[in-house]
């Protein structure tokens, strides 16, 4: 565990620690954040958040004491649940940086409950933070300093990569790209495995075949990050093959970037809407 990390000596409280809270929960404490200087809301504590609690000397639910703000609130709770957090309102000052990866809810939606926090990050992680290889794109209003934006990144890149975004309005469209993109690549290998089925393979061989193709490509570009996946792709294509075969079709006219460019389009109006 890092002594001299950025997470060192900053109070922090978590509201939510459900999937997305937890995951972060893990990723701070391995980056150095101290137990100590944590605190957790969550009306209904699932058994591991308990269990960390007292292994860890985590706070979990103290009964509110004014005055006493966090350095930094994170906002893990669902979208829904916004207008039922005023208890944790108490825990903001005027210095308290306020970082919501609530979907869909705006840094006016949020400003609106946290009205003593000026210092705002509205951000959208994706579910691979679960191990560590999330992508996070975020958006830091005016109000937030150069200190307390390095913070947001560093807590933010606790489960993974980070991407800072020019305007609020880009989380929208990271929310249709990587927010709901792991979906899509679930669906790929679901098809993968019914394209296999299609010729003859049985279910379990198929989808065997598909879920380590998925796996296997992902990691060889995780492993390596300068070659484009353009590039990757030319490199297992070999003119007049099997794979360029495959291709030919898939790059083809309605092929898949038209497909994905109108899925992601279709969950960008979604965004839009469901952020008023
Ligand atoms: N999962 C994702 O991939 C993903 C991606 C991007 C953004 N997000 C955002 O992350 C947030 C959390 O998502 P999640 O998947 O982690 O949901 P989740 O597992 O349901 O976690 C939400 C947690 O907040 C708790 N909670 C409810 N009301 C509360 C209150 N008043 N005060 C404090 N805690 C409260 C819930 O308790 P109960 O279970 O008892 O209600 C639950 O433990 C959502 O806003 C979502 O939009 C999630």
Redesign the pocket.
């Known amino acids: 565990m890092s002594n001299d990390g950025p997470l060192q000596g900053i109070s922090l409280t978590l ?7 937890f995951a972060l929960l893990e990723g701070w404490l391995k980056a150095g954040l101290s137990p100590s200087a944590t605190t957790l ?6 058994d591991a958040v308990r269990a960390l609690c007292a292994d860890r000397g985590i706070s979990l639910n103290p009964p509110v004491a004014k005055g006493v703000a966090a350095d930094v609130l994170v906002l ?4 829904q ?1 916004l207008d ?2 005023a208890e ?1 309102a108490a825990r903001t000052g005027p210095d308290t940086l306020v970082i919501s ?5 705006t840094m006016a939606d949020v400003a609106a409950r946290f009205p003593q926090a000026r210092a705002l990050v509205r951000a ?4 691979p ?1 679960a191990v560590g290889r999330g992508i996070t794109g975020f958006y830091a209003n005016d109000a937030v300093t150069p200190a307390q934006k390095a913070l947001a990144e560093a807590l933010l890149a606790a489960t993974g990569s980070v991407v800072a975004l020019a305007q609020e309005n880009d989380v929208d469209a990271v929310t249709a790209v990587s ?1 709901s993109g792991p979906a899509y690549v679930f669906l790929l290998a679901e098809c993968l495995a019914g394209a296999g089925v299609a010729l003859g393979l049985e279910r379990d061989v198929a989808e065997q075949l598909a879920r380590a193709t998925v796996q296997g490509a992902g990691e060889l570009m995780y492993q390596n990050p300068a070659t484009s996946p353009a590039q990757l792709r030319i490199n297992v294509t070999s003119p007049g093959g099997t794979t360029a075969a495959a291709l030919d079709v898939l790059m083809g006219r309605e092929g898949l970037q038209d497909l994905l460019t109108a899925a992601v389009r279709a969950a960008h109006r979604r965004a839009r809407a469901l952020s008023g």
């Open positions: 509201a939510g620690v459900g999937k997305m809270g809301i969550d009306p209904y504590p699932a893990a709770i669902k979208p649940m039922h957090v944790v990866i609530l979907a869909g809810k959208m992680p994706n579910t933070a927010g």
